[in-house]
């Protein structure tokens, strides 16, 4: 598929912002369009670098959210984490025309959990130093804290460039502000769940 097929197809079938404040302007409403996107868009990727960074995060951190929840919970869960990560987008770019693709709006969804369920987990951190890579263990609770300054710094900057593409940062900031409120909700209440060393290399 051409990238000229691509973007046409992201256009027919994923997120465009301003789909959704059309009716303010007084614009035709796609409504089964509209109602359809954001699960589309959860599932759709802009290539396979795009795709190999939100199943790593997923690996790192689903595996101990989804049993502390239980399967199907879970897969609620993260299907709500991604709408609340879209429509976050949404309201902080009503104008886009540019189609929303990935996972990381539902993925910040999981890591927010992870953090209000596992805060003193470790997470192995490599971190590259010039030609050489370092290793930090830290606490989850100051990995992923650093992590959400570091997309919230970045979503703050983005805001003097609208209708450009790029990251979505205001969906990763609402799913990871999703995944905190819905965790106590979701959790199954019995013993605490067993979690093994994260290793997030970074680069």
């Keep these: 598929m ?12 994923a997120v465009i912002p301003a789909e959704y404040t059309a009716f303010i302007r007084g614009e035709p409403v ?11 868009s959860m599932f759709l990727h802009g290539g396979w670098m795009h ?12 595996d101990n959210v989804e049993d502390a929840m239980g399967h199907f919970r879970f897969l609620l869960f993260y299907l709500l984490s991604g709408l609340a990560a879209t429509f976050a987008h949404v309201a902080v770019n009503p104008l886009s025309p540019i189609p929303i693709v990935g996972a990381s709006g539902a993925i910040s969804g999981v890591v927010g959990a992870y953090f209000v369920m596992f805060p003193t987990a470790r997470v192995l951190t490599l971190v590259p130093v010039f030609f050489f890579v370092d290793i930090v263990v830290l606490p989850a609770l100051v990995f992923i804290g650093l992590w959400f300054l570091f997309q919230f710094w970045s979503g703050v900057l983005s805001l003097a460039v ?23 909700i979701m959790r199954e209440r ?11 290399r970074h680069w």
Aim: charged share 15%.
């Design 162 to 184: 609208q209708h450009m593409g790029g990251v979505a940062w205001w969906a990763h900031i609402g799913g990871f502000i999703a995944g905190i409120v819905l965790a106590p």
């Design 51 to 62: 795709l190999f960074g939100n199943m790593w995060f997923l690996y790192l951190f689903g």
């Design 2 to 13: 051409s990238q000229e097929q691509l973007k046409a197809f992201f256009e027919l079938v």
């Design 30 to 40: 796609p409504l089964l369009k509209l109602m359809f996107a954001p699960f589309a």
């Design 190 to 200: 019995r013993r605490p769940t067993r979690y093994r060393i994260r290793i997030y």
